[in-house]
């Protein structure tokens, strides 16, 4: 990842309301400060925030998935795990997941 401008923290307490302009405005992006242009903090929108945490949330419970099916001595097959993936990416919901599989199983 590259990381964008790093702001001082004079900069940032200087800058407060454009900072925070750029971080809830249309395509709003992150704001890094830092002692010594180092970031050391990220400012962001709750929006992004939250996402970020679904994100987790998503791969955290997909890993609990896979890793339940393997502690019983199984493996997913290919379709499973490439569904497995687009949940853990955000591209299928559960449900979306458990439809596609029972297609491809239709087949």
């Given at each position: 990842m590259d990381v964008p401008e790093v702001l001082s923290v004079r900069e940032f307490r200087a800058g407060l309301a454009a900072s925070l302009g750029?971080?809830?405005g249309q395509g709003g992006s992150a704001v890094f400060v830092g002692a010594h242009r180092k970031p050391e903090v990220v400012v962001m929108s709750v929006e992004q925030y939250e996402a970020l945490v679904r994100s987790a949330e998503r791969r955290q419970a997909v890993a609990e998935a896979?890793?339940?099916?393997?502690?019983?001595?199984?493996?997913?097959?290919?379709?499973?795990?490439?569904?497995?993936?687009?949940?853990?990416?955000?591209?299928l919901d559960e449900d979306e997941g458990i439809e596609a599989l029972h297609r491809r199983h239709q087949q």
């Open positions: 750029r971080v809830t896979l890793a339940s099916v393997r502690a019983e001595g199984l493996e997913p097959s290919l379709d499973a795990l490439e569904v497995l993936e687009g949940i853990a990416a955000g591209r």
